[in-house]
Nanobody
Framework: QVQLVESGGGSVQAGGSLRLSCAAS????????MGWFRQAPGKEREAVAR????????YYGDSVKGRFTISQDNAENTVYLQMNSLKPEDTAMYYC???????????????????WGQGTQVTVSS
């Protein structure tokens, strides 16, 4: 059974940090694009960061560049999102997603990601 399970969300004050984890099971953990998205109430789903598991190339949304870091742990089949200098506008439900095997990270569109986790809530207070 293919599954992505997010964890690590919570409540933090502005300026703080959180690390989200996405544990993958039932899928080949290589040569595919995996990403983090977020969605706040009343807003569209936003691409936060992507990583291509084949060569660890990373891509970031403009709003998180320099503050967030995406990484992979092949031994644990896990993708992480380290979030530093958090702002109230980072408050959202964060989702992990995966593209089909061999699909690159060139496009950030959510429609290209076919496997999704249930999400983990991040709340940043001012």
């Amino acid at each position: 059974q293919v599954q992505l399970v997010e964890s690590g969300g919570g409540s933090v004050q502005a300026g703080g940090s959180l690390r989200l984890s996405c544990a993958a099971s039932g899928l080949t953990f290589s040569r595919r694009c995996m990403g983090w998205f977020r969605q706040a109430p009343g807003k569209e789903r936003e691409a936060v960061a992507r990583i291509y598991l084949g060569d660890s190339s990373t891509y970031y949304g403009d709003s998180v560049k320099g503050r967030f870091t995406i990484s992979q742990d092949n031994a644990e089949n896990t993708v992480y999102l380290q979030m530093n200098s958090l702002k109230p506008e980072d408050t959202a439900m964060y989702y992990c997603a995966a593209k089909p095997l061999f699909r690159t990270c060139t496009s950030s569109s959510p429609t290209g990601f076919t496997i999704w986790g249930q999400g983990t809530q991040v709340t940043v207070s001012s």
